[in-house]
């Protein structure tokens, strides 16, 4: 049996004995594979309802374009079911790299990513295929474009191996994720202003360059193809098939590093003292309230600082939460609403709690015997969470608010904030009850085990479609204040929209600390694996 068919093998092994672990993680991920699917579909036929238009080549460039940066970031930030994307549980196999690359990169095409890569690459293509000279390129141009992305995302993840496991580079992956965050935003940004500009035609110049930069440099040698630019279409597609070769070529002699050199980045002792002077500032937490409530809170904040995983969701939260508003307000076209954003971003951390105690959730399964102690963990957890996210999500309305110069909004926008953050506290603690997941400790490139994908999603999203739910009678008033002209009662939205989201908050708790009591074997064989 050759070693290609092995790994396709064990891709699908793993993937089968993930979904075998629950009816509800099965139930899961085949909702997310619909709905993966299903935007897919809606995509394969925009694009084939574009053929014939004359901008169809930039966008169809600038989406290759976009979507092969996604594949880039997206293993090291988002969540993966993909066991074998992390190379150093193969480092004690006796593999050649050669035939180790080709396999890995046949079995990452079994997935939802590639599925969906292939369906944007083929709606291209029928989209740009004019004449059989096009046609042809496209036979070819389609599989490059799915074979960049994937050599792509697994040459990333490889290199960025060492850095992201020493104890010295996870900061600078939380850094390099903060970059990638804010250069997302720029781009979106930018898309934004050639958009105003008149249509898709504004986006020309940008699809001019793009089109030279491999994988879309495979899609515009299609619609090269179809202008009778031959040449050019050729070029095009060497760069892409250059591309290719470069990857694997950069893939193999990362692995072949990760596998015969040692890691030093753990050798240095740590410097005298220094946990000595650690342990005596950290002993005590004399602001935090007494008794278990103090102990969870300094517990949860003492993760986001020390836990590589928890810090960069952090950061992240923290750095698009402050972009989106204010460059959006900057440029002139943002909304004192966008501030919700930063109450938004980081009301996701409340989703699986338990998921970042890994297998040491056992000792704080221990402490819960009842529904009251259930309530009073997850309470402590949501104090943590709001400690933090009230003064951050009150100055982000504010500077949103003065960048704007609408002062007399920053009390209704204030209340919709603090609505938003209660909902997603109660939506968050039913779902860490309900839906929890691992995260794994031993890959830095998976936030959630193998087969827990579709539930991670299923979980977030779910959570945040049910806090927006919730949300809807502040929403709604606001709506009403507007409408009916009584502007002068708009200030009460921030004492209500305080106290509207402390009561759904405390509802959300009570909802789930009896579900949390009662499933703590599960939870705790949930979080576990991996």
């Not at 109660?426 to 579709?454: C, H, L, W």
Request: glycine letters at 10%; aromatic letters at 6%.
């Amino acid at each position: 049996m050759s070693l290609t068919s092995v790994f396709v093998r064990l891709k699908l092994s793993l993937l089968r004995n993930g979904l075998r672990q629950s009816a509800g993680r099965t139930a899961a991920y085949v909702t997310s594979v619909v709905l993966t699917l299903l935007v897919a579909a809606g995509q394969l036929l925009g694009l084939v309802l574009l053929r014939g238009n004359a901008d169809a080549g930039t966008l169809c460039v600038l989406l290759t374009a976009v979507l092969a940066l996604g594949w880039a970031v997206m293993p090291l930030f988002f969540p993966s079911g993909d066991e074998t994307l992390d190379p150093t549980r193969l480092v004690m196999l006796p593999l050649r790299p050669g035939p180790l690359v080709r396999a890995l990169l046949v079995a990452s095409l079994v997935g939802i990513g590639p599925l969906f890569t292939l369906c944007l690459a083929l709606g291209s293509g029928i989209a740009l295929a004019r004449g059989a000279a096009a046609v042809a390129v496209a036979v070819v141009a389609v599989p490059l474009v799915v074979l960049v992305c994937v050599a792509l995302a697994r040459a990333v993840a490889a290199a960025n191996t060492r850095l992201l496991t020493s104890r010295r580079g996870r900061d600078l992956a939380v850094l390099s994720g903060l970059l990638i965050a804010v250069g997302v935003q720029f781009v979106n940004f930018g898309a934004q202003r050639l958009g105003r500009a008149g249509g898709l035609s504004a986006l020309e110049p940008a699809g001019d360059v793009v089109r030279w930069l491999p994988p879309a440099s495979a899609v515009g040698a299609i619609d090269s193809a179809g202008r009778g630019a031959y040449g050019t279409a050729v070029l095009q597609l060497l760069l892409s098939a250059l591309a290719l070769a470069l990857l694997l070529y950069a893939w193999q002699r990362s692995l072949v590093r990760l596998m015969t050199a040692p890691d030093g980045s753990t050798l240095q002792a740590a410097a005298p003292g220094k946990d000595k002077a650690r342990g005596g500032a950290g002993g005590g937490h004399r602001w935090l309230p007494e008794g278990r409530t103090g102990t969870v809170m300094l517990r949860s904040l003492r993760y986001v600082w020390r836990d590589p995983k928890t810090k960069a969701a952090w950061v992240t939260s923290l750095a698009i939460g402050l972009i989106v508003p204010l460059f959006n307000a900057l440029q002139g076209t943002g909304s004192i609403y966008f501030a919700c954003f930063a109450a938004g971003m980081l009301g996701i951390q409340m989703y699986n709690q338990f998921g970042q105690d890994t297998s040491a959730f056992w000792m704080v399964a221990q402490t819960i015997s009842g529904t009251r102690d259930a309530y009073l963990e997850l309470r402590a957890r949501a104090l943590a969470l709001a400690l933090v996210t009230l003064p951050y999500a009150a100055l982000v309305t504010v500077l949103t608010a003065a960048v704007l110069g609408r002062w007399g909004a920053l009390p209704e926008a204030l209340g919709l904030s603090f609505a938003l953050l209660g909902a997603m506290l109660a939506t968050g603690a039913v779902a860490s009850a309900r839906f929890p997941y691992s995260i794994p400790q031993d890959s830095t490139y998976k936030n959630v085990a193998p087969g827990q994908a579709g539930l991670a999603w299923i979980s977030i999203f779910g959570g945040m479609v049910s806090a927006a739910v919730l949300c809807a009678p502040v929403i709604a008033l606001t709506i009403a204040l507007h409408v009916t002209g009584a502007r002068s009662l708009l200030w009460l939205l921030l004492p209500l929209g305080a106290a509207y989201g402390a009561l759904v908050t405390w509802g959300g708790l009570k909802a789930a600390a009896p579900q949390l009591a009662r499933r703590l074997p599960e939870i705790l064989s949930a979080v576990s694996k991996g």
